[in-house]
């Protein structure tokens, strides 16, 4: 069981660090095609059930609405939220990097920006991928093996 669930959290952090890169992906559209204010961008994000996997979405959203500066609503929102995601710290020094970026600059230059941001998370993601491929076979196989030994004592 033990192999089976680190299989399974290296699936979900595969699964949520690609969602990070369609949450990027839409930001980049809402500033490039509507030029959305960041308290309604980040409301209008929130309350898309495709994010519910990263709360930290939400939480900003949240503390910008209590009149919170995006970029402590957003380092807060990722800092409180650490622990209910399979993302890594690395991977969370990459979200990091948009707190500086939404709100101080203008439409295009916000976008590149969050290009750079989006290539590292790639990155991040190509790796997680990679990690999920080479240990989740093992994870499974050891979580079996462990089965059957343990089996083997008991009898």
Same mark, same amino acid.
Request: hydrophobic share 35%; aromatic share 8%; proline share 4%.
């Given at each position: 069981?033990?192999?089976?669930?680190?299989?399974?959290?290296?699936?979900?952090?595969?699964?949520?660090?690609?969602?990070?890169?369609?949450?990027?992906?839409?930001?980049?559209?809402?500033?490039?095609?509507?030029?959305?204010?960041?308290?309604?961008?980040?409301?209008?994000?929130?309350?898309?059930?495709?994010?519910?996997?990263?709360?930290?979405?939400?939480?900003?959203?949240?503390?910008?609405?209590?009149?919170?500066?995006?970029?402590?609503?957003?380092?807060?929102?990722?800092?409180?939220?650490?622990? &209910?995601?399979?993302? !890594?710290?690395?991977?969370?020094?990459?979200?990091? =990097? %948009?707190?500086?970026? #939404? +709100?101080?600059?203008?439409?295009?230059?916000?976008?590149?920006?969050?290009?750079?941001?989006?290539?590292?998370?790639?990155?991040?993601?190509?790796?997680?991928? &990679?990690?999920?491929? !080479?240990?989740?076979?093992?994870?499974?196989?050891? =979580? %079996?093996?462990?089965? #059957? +030994?343990?089996?083997?004592?008991?009898?």
């Amino acid at each position: 069981m033990i192999g089976i669930s680190m299989s399974g959290n290296l699936s979900k952090r595969v699964s949520e660090l690609e969602l990070c890169l369609v949450l990027l992906e839409k930001i980049q559209t809402f500033l490039r095609y509507e030029q959305t204010p960041t308290g309604e961008l980040m409301e209008k994000l929130a309350s898309f059930k495709m994010f519910a996997p990263l709360p930290f979405v939400k939480e900003c959203s949240r503390r910008l609405n209590q009149g919170e500066s995006f970029p402590s609503a957003w380092e807060q929102g990722l800092n409180s939220t650490q622990n &209910q995601t399979h993302l !890594t710290p690395k991977d969370y020094a990459v979200l990091s =990097g %948009v707190a500086p970026v #939404i +709100g101080t600059s203008d439409a295009q230059g916000q976008i590149s920006a969050l290009d750079v941001i989006r290539e590292m998370l790639n990155e991040n993601s190509k790796e997680a991928r &990679q990690k999920k491929n !080479t240990y989740g076979r093992l994870y499974r196989s050891l =979580g %079996v093996l462990s089965g #059957i +030994g343990l089996g083997i004592f008991l009898a």
